[in-house]
């Protein structure tokens, strides 16, 4: 057994074990190691307007994500309609989610892979704010604009307190709209220089050929024909961008399944159509799409398919997809705060604690993300399942590992090129394990080369 370093540069603790025979990869599967977290479990009992408080601890990255997730899910058990105003404040604070999210990603988490065709050249992170200073700067300044819009709807930046059933919890003042106008307009042009590397890279280095095609189903929600992340139904596209399947979010479990794993704490969701697998997140959602929706975004969007196509299934592509929903999280987080109607005071509805089944599904940053309760004439939460982005492309991450470093051996790599371009496509989606510790282990098996 030869055990390759660990790979930065993630949430969580996760493990890629492979098993060589006579120079090719016999199994290969993706370890998901963290401890079970029992969320689902621990949830039951509690009253359910607690559920908002509690979902938010599940992730210290996509804690608005969560939060939106668990009060729809409990207003659908109980019945009730927030606010237009409230909609679009849950509306602008998630766009700052996308936008802390998504720039942390790129900038620091994808970057320092392809700032050269090999790869990690300048010393990962640290190598990528000596050779671009100004941009690293900057990135950190995007990110500030997301976590201050938490902070201004929310209460804080970090597991925010403003979201609650029936609505929000507090009005937003002009004062602070006028601040964040003033930062976002800064954010997005900060935003264009930032995804303008990442295209410029791409196109120059020829970066998409170092990751795999892989043509899968794809999952998301989508309205009009738009880019949507907060309120629609799901859409279910083939390979080929046939849209076979659209549905509510009430009625997802005729149409998802999960199996579980016994080298994983993780479940294997699959279409129940087909048993087929099928990805999630930023490049799910941009091949839905006919269009994002927003000036800037649009102008790359087009972009991103004069280099593609009309569908890309190129794992590489995730990243560009994330850059393009970065600069529509910024665009619309400005649209909204120039609506006067954020500043209203009714963002509240009545709620009236009852039994009942309600679903909430948001599009995290990394991708579809659903919560479901079941609560009883008190008001208790009595069954809650959750199905996270990560869990839907972990099958189609293991097979496209197995694929490459087996094609890899085939060519007579060695083992440092193959960790590297494991570490690549692991990042490519951005895999959220836990909140904690950013690790993911590689370990080889060799029973004998050819």
């Not at 309205?223 to 949507?228: Q, T, Y």
């Not at 940053?365 to 990560?390: C, M, Q, S, W």
Request: proline share 5%; with cysteine; glycine share 8%.
């Amino acid at each position: 057994m030869e055990r390759i370093e660990p790979v930065t540069r993630i949430e969580g603790h996760m493990a890629i074990t492979i098993l060589i025979e006579k120079n090719r990869v016999k199994d290969l599967q993706v370890n998901v190691v963290e401890p079970p977290r029992l969320f689902e479990k621990f949830m039951e009992g509690k009253p359910a307007e607690e559920a908002v408080r509690i979902a938010e601890r599940i992730c210290g990255i996509c804690y608005v994500a969560h939060g939106l997730a668990a009060v729809k899910a409990v207003e659908n058990a109980w019945d009730v309609n927030p606010p237009e105003a409230a909609v679009k404040l849950r509306r602008l604070i998630h766009a700052g989610g996308f936008i802390q999210s998504h720039t942390l990603h790129l900038a620091f988490l994808a970057l320092p892979d392809i700032i050269s065709p090999e790869g990690i050249k300048y010393g990962g992170v640290i190598g990528f704010a000596k050779k671009y200073p100004h941009l690293c700067k900057k990135a950190i300044l995007i990110r500030k604009f997301g976590q201050e819009i938490t902070k201004a709807i929310g209460g804080r930046p970090i597991h925010p307190s403003g979201i609650v059933p029936g609505g929000v919890a507090k009005p937003l003042s002009a004062d602070i709209r006028d601040e964040l106008l003033k930062m976002g307009r800064e954010a997005l042009n900060n935003a264009v220089e930032l995804v303008d590397l990442l295209f410029d890279l791409y196109e120059k280095h020829d970066i998409l050929n170092l990751y795999p095609e892989d043509p899968t189903y794809y999952m998301g929600l989508i309205r009009g024909n738009v880019h949507e992340t907060y309120e629609a139904r799901l859409h279910v596209m083939s390979p080929r961008g046939d849209i076979v399947d659209v549905f509510d979010g009430n009625e997802y479990v005729k149409y998802i399944g999960e199996r579980t794993s016994p080298h994983s704490f993780v479940k294997y969701p699959f279409l129940r159509a087909n048993n087929e697998r099928y990805r999630v997140g930023a490049l799910a959602r941009v091949n839905l799409a006919e269009k994002m929706g927003t000036p800037l975004a649009d102008k790359y969007l087009t972009r991103l398919r004069s280099m593609m196509g009309r569908i890309s299934h190129n794992v590489g592509a995730y990243n560009l997809a994330r850059a393009i929903e970065l600069i529509a999280s910024v665009e619309r987080a400005l649209e909204l705060l120039e609506d006067e109607e954020i500043l209203s005071k009714d963002i509240r509805a009545e709620v009236r604690p009852k039994a009942g089944v309600g679903v909430g599904v948001v599009e995290a940053p990394r991708g579809v993300l659903i919560h479901h309760y079941e609560v009883d004439d008190r008001g208790l939460l009595r069954k809650v399942n959750l199905i996270v982005a990560t869990q839907q492309n972990v099958p189609s991450l293991e097979k496209e590992l197995f694929q490459v470093t087996n094609e890899l051996l085939l060519r007579g790599k060695k083992l440092a090129d193959i960790e590297h371009r494991l570490e690549m496509i692991i990042r490519a989606y951005d895999p959220c394990i836990s909140c904690a510790t950013h690790l993911v282990k590689l370990r080889l098996m060799d029973k004998g080369s050819s």
